[in-house]
């Protein structure tokens, strides 16, 4: 992603001069929603005082520098995406039913926070041990997801294919939902990861649906069950 991108009009300190609060959400998800819109290097601390409102003297209270929000994300990012993994596995009955599951709560947990989406990694934006850790952990969900949709081919369900290839559109269109969903919109959080999920499902399976709903925000019939949308009241 290139760091010369045109930068959207941020908020501005209170009139007064008094510098809010700052709890960690706040700070770490306009952090997030900066780097990703931005990138890292094209985001300064004062862009991140200035859109929450208070000045670089209070943030540098709470943070100690750009690196170490960076970082931060990436943990959340990645402790997200080892959750949807041993939900999906612990849930799903066969290899596609488990790539269903881990693409549907992974897509529910960066909708409900921007702080839980994978964010690029760029050159240069973490310590060394830092982007260590951090791909030694991406590989490991790589690999992982990678033996997930080989499961799936063993057991029947997915079709034989390239898991390699499969994963890295997999995994690009998950991350791509952040660039595109806003929150309040016509589709909440888990209608977008029930949706994707089924598409990104049909996809690989071995025995594919007939049809896809022309319309994700209506109830959809699926082949096995996915966890109810909280936010809709049982009939």
């Not at 929000?69 to 959750?83: G, N, P, T, V």
Request: proline share 6%; with cysteine; hydrophobic share 35%.
């Amino acid at each position: 992603m290139s760091t010369t991108q045109n930068k959207r009009p941020i908020g501005r300190p209170k009139a007064n001069g008094r510098s809010k609060g700052i709890n960690r959400k706040d700070l770490l998800e306009t952090a997030a929603r900066l780097f990703n819109d931005r990138g890292f290097h094209g985001t300064s601390i004062q862009d991140l005082a200035t859109r929450l409102g208070v000045t670089k003297a209070a943030l540098y209270h709470h943070v100690p520098n750009k690196q170490d929000l960076l970082y931060q994300l990436h943990m959340i990012s990645l402790d997200a995406a080892d959750k949807a993994t041993a939900q999906a596995i612990e849930e799903g009955r066969t290899g596609i039913e488990r790539l269903r599951l881990l693409v549907y709560h992974y897509l529910s947990a960066i909708c409900a926070s921007p702080t839980a989406c994978l964010i690029l990694l760029e050159d240069d934006a973490l310590r060394e041990d830092h982007a260590k850790e951090v791909i030694d952990r991406r590989r490991k969900l790589e690999y992982g997801l990678r033996e997930l949709i080989q499961s799936g081919v063993d057991d029947g369900s997915i079709i034989p294919c390239d898991t390699k290839a499969a994963t890295f559109v997999v995994v690009g269109a998950m991350n791509w939902v952040t660039k595109w969903y806003q929150p309040g919109g016509s589709w909440n959080a888990y209608q977008i990861a029930d949706g994707i999920s089924a598409i990104l499902a049909r996809s690989l399976a071995s025995n594919p649906v007939s049809s896809l709903p022309t319309d994700i925000s209506q109830p959809q019939l699926t082949p096995f069950a996915l966890p109810s949308d909280p936010t809709t009241p049982d009939s």
